[in-house]
């Protein structure tokens, strides 16, 4: 059974940066992509950044240039760090794992998805 778990949410002030983690188990983790998606309140979840099992990695536009995904394939950990935070950013962060190796930016490609962790920007 894969599991996923975020940590690193928590509140910031607007400008700051954070850095959120997703440990897996269940599967070998560096076969698939992994991904990174939010929900703000009231909104539809939202594609944040996919990096695929060789490590090249597409983004959101609202994160482009602010966001940084990463893996570390031994720790079974993906990453997501993140610049230039603002009150848009608010959201629930989820990590997910994909069906396949390459990236995606549709959320029906990952069957397997976190709980979520709480990112809160406050001006």
């Known amino acids: 059974q894969v599991q996923l778990e975020e940590s690193g949410g928590g509140s910031v002030q607007a400008g700051g940066s954070l850095r959120l983690s997703c440990v897996g188990s269940?599967?070998?983790?560096?076969?698939?992509?992994m991904g990174w998606f939010r929900q703000a309140p009231g909104k539809e979840r939202e594609f944040v950044a996919s990096?695929?099992?060789?490590?090249?990695?597409i983004y959101g536009d609202s994160v482009k240039g602010r966001g940084t995904i990463s893996r570390d394939d031994p720790q079974d950990t993906v990453y997501l760090q993140m610049e230039a935070l603002s009150p848009e950013d608010t959201a629930v962060y989820y990590c997910?794992?994909?069906?396949?190796?390459?990236?995606?930016?549709?959320?029906?490609?990952?069957?397997?998805w976190g709980q979520g962790t709480r990112v809160t920007v406050s001006s």
């Open positions: 997910a794992a994909s069906k396949f190796s390459w990236w995606s930016q549709n959320a029906y490609d990952y069957p397997f």
């Open positions: 269940g599967r070998t983790f560096g076969n698939y992509a």
């Open positions: 990096i695929n099992s060789g490590g090249y990695a």
